[in-house]
């Protein structure tokens, strides 16, 4: 029942989406509600979400609890689907969080791979899933390998302060790495619900809960880069 009632909702979310001029939509971790409805990426959880996106034409970002091939927890994986319905890429989240009394390495697999680009026809993406964004490395090596616009699904969970690291950390990986950083919330009552947009300088574009838009223009991530031309001034040989 969750699973149908889930997916309900997406659809809705997506036919919304459409009806604005959305080219891309993301939905927040826990998209697929519970680890113990796991399914390969070919079971009808991500067969159902592939339909939407091609049915109304628009890109999909959302996650889903991978089946483990090796008989244990499942991934939490982020999947990407084009205006067709195909499959353009998937990342299963590798940092897990284990902190404030929530053991997630309990429910879930840690991936053993970054993400790697992910080309659209607006933009190259890179997905980072929740506590990822607190590893600044995985935002770097996107950058690094061409990615202009950095995704992070989250379920990212309330407490003190909590909504304003949140806040704080996407506006630096978008200012340290020139470019734009979405973090997409789960609006749930753990969960601080409050998503953000941030353009290459560091500049707020959207924030709130509900259906965000904002327009990407990467005319912006080529004018950052000239003017603060970090990555020329990078400097790997004392890095490692």
């Not at 990342?91 to 791979?113: I, N, Q, W």
């Not at 590893?135 to 690094?144: G, H, W």
């Not at 789960?186 to 709130?208: C, K, T």
């Amino acid at each position: 029942m969750t699973f149908k009632l889930g997916l309900a909702q997406a659809t809705e979310q997506v036919e919304l989406a459409a009806a604005a001029g959305v080219d891309l939509l993301v939905f927040p971790e826990d998209f697929m509600p519970s680890p113990e409805q796991a399914e390969p990426l070919d079971g009808p959880f991500v067969h159902a979400a592939r339909e939407a996106a091609h049915a109304n034409g628009i890109w999909m970002v959302f996650t889903t609890f991978e089946t483990n091939p090796a008989g244990g927890p499942p991934f939490n994986t982020a999947v990407v689907v084009d205006d067709a319905g195909e499959v353009r890429g998937t990342y299963r989240k590798c940092h897990l969080y284990d902190a404030h009394g929530v053991l997630e390495s309990d429910r879930s697999t840690p991936g053993d791979e970054l993400c790697r680009p992910i080309r659209t026809p607006f933009c190259t993406l890179g997905i980072g899933i929740c506590y990822d964004l607190r590893f600044p490395e995985v935002a770097r090596r996107l950058a690094i390998a061409g990615c202009d616009v950095l995704l992070f699904p989250a379920a990212w969970h309330d407490g003190p302060r909590k909504i304003e690291h949140w806040r704080t950390l996407l506006a630096a990986r978008a200012i340290e790495n020139e470019c734009f950083v979405t973090g997409v919330c789960h609006a749930g009552e753990r969960y601080v619900g409050q998503s953000f947009a941030f353009g290459p300088l560091g500049e707020e574009l959207a924030s709130g809960s509900g259906l965000l838009t904002c327009d990407v223009d990467l005319t912006a991530v080529a004018s950052a880069r000239d003017a603060m031309p970090v990555f020329d001034h990078r400097r790997p040989e004392l890095y490692a």
